[in-house]
């Protein structure tokens, strides 16, 4: 590790190879941990490159543990976290709404590092079992249209680096690789990044992939459609910056869109918008994630159109359902 971190502080860059290789030791507890947060470090002070990107996405993808779904259509709605904003789970959310829809998806998701409550956090105030038992998770899916993977259960070589990422408190290029190393590898994905040169990040590596995808950031720094200001996507031949008022919606404020400050006040805010008494802005917000999720399986559709398919999914009940469904599994 001391040759690469001389090599990292002389502004030098990682191989794919490298990357990859670096982190599949640091996976098998070669460093401790004050190597381990210098060397994560590096990545806040200049930006990840792309092979080096790859090259961890590689060896997290090698060592994780395999989900076999038997070649089902799923999406994945993930942010990378580490907008700062404490935003109430819309992600999670807005991946509860389009099964409620009756689409397949398959959420991974982790405890929240540089917020308050992440997705793993207000579903285990909410009573999910997380498990990573393919039956269980095939169950899931097919009775409830929706399984969750929980990322420490997945990426178990990942345990070397919690704690370090916990103490540091702030985004790692983990944030970075979070949505990028689903087990199932998804046929579709909405993700959300963190900044914009990100975006452009994702939108390079995911060319190399057959799915279908769309990327979000908010022009304000939100890793989801927030409706407080435009916002840009990007997809599979698909690159546009669009506001709310584009979508029939009005344009919030940071304050409206607040997460809580534990598990247990996401969690209500998680069953008041599924039980369709959450205020209008989170009710909104949800619908239009969820509607842009829905586009990405129908990119032939309108963006409206596939809000209203989201938002319906809400105020029918049927995205409560999914959860019921999905608790009792």
Not at 273 to 297: P, R, W, Y
Request: negative net charge; hydrophobic residues 40%; contains cysteine.
């Amino acid at each position: 590790m001391k040759s690469t971190l001389s090599r990292l502080f002389d502004h030098q860059l990682l191989s794919r190879e490298e990357a990859r290789d670096i982190l599949l030791r640091i996976s098998g507890a070669a460093f401790n941990p004050v190597q381990i947060a210098s060397f994560v470090s590096v990545f806040n002070m200049r930006p990840v490159s792309i092979p080096e990107l790859q090259g961890f996405r590689d060896a997290l993808l090698e060592l994780c543990v395999k989900v076999d779904v038997g070649g089902q259509s799923t999406i994945d709605i993930v942010g990378t976290g580490g907008d700062g904003k404490n935003t109430f789970n819309i992600s999670t959310l807005s991946a509860i709404t389009v099964a409620g829809a009756g689409y397949k998806v398959t959420k991974h998701g982790s405890y929240g590092v540089s917020s308050s409550v992440g997705s793993s956090d207000v579903l285990m105030a909410l009573g999910y079992r997380f498990s990573n038992d393919n039956s269980v998770l095939l169950r899931q899916l097919e009775r409830a249209n929706i399984c969750f993977l929980h990322a420490p259960l997945f990426h178990p070589a990942l345990k070397e680096v919690a704690p370090v990422r916990k103490d540091l408190g702030m985004k790692t290029f983990f944030n970075m690789l979070g949505p990028l190393v689903n087990p199932i590898q998804p046929s579709h994905q909405l993700f959300g990044t963190f900044s914009l040169e990100l975006q452009r990040l994702y939108q390079y590596l995911l060319q190399e992939s057959d799915r279908r995808f769309i990327i979000v950031y908010a022009l304000d720094g939100y890793d989801e459609v927030s409706l407080t200001g435009p916002f840009k996507i990007a997809g599979n031949g698909l690159e546009k910056v669009l506001h709310p008022e584009d979508l029939d919606l009005p344009v919030y404020t940071q304050p409206d869109l607040d997460g809580g400050q534990n598990p247990e006040e996401g969690a209500k805010i998680f069953r008041d918008v599924l039980e369709n008494k959450g205020t209008k802005a989170q009710m909104d917000t949800v619908s239009a994630n969820a509607g842009l999720a829905i586009h990405c399986f129908h990119p032939e559709r309108s963006l409206k159109d596939c809000i209203a398919e989201a938002r319906e999914s809400l105020e029918s009940g049927r995205a409560l359902g999914v959860l019921k469904t999905l608790l009792e599994q």
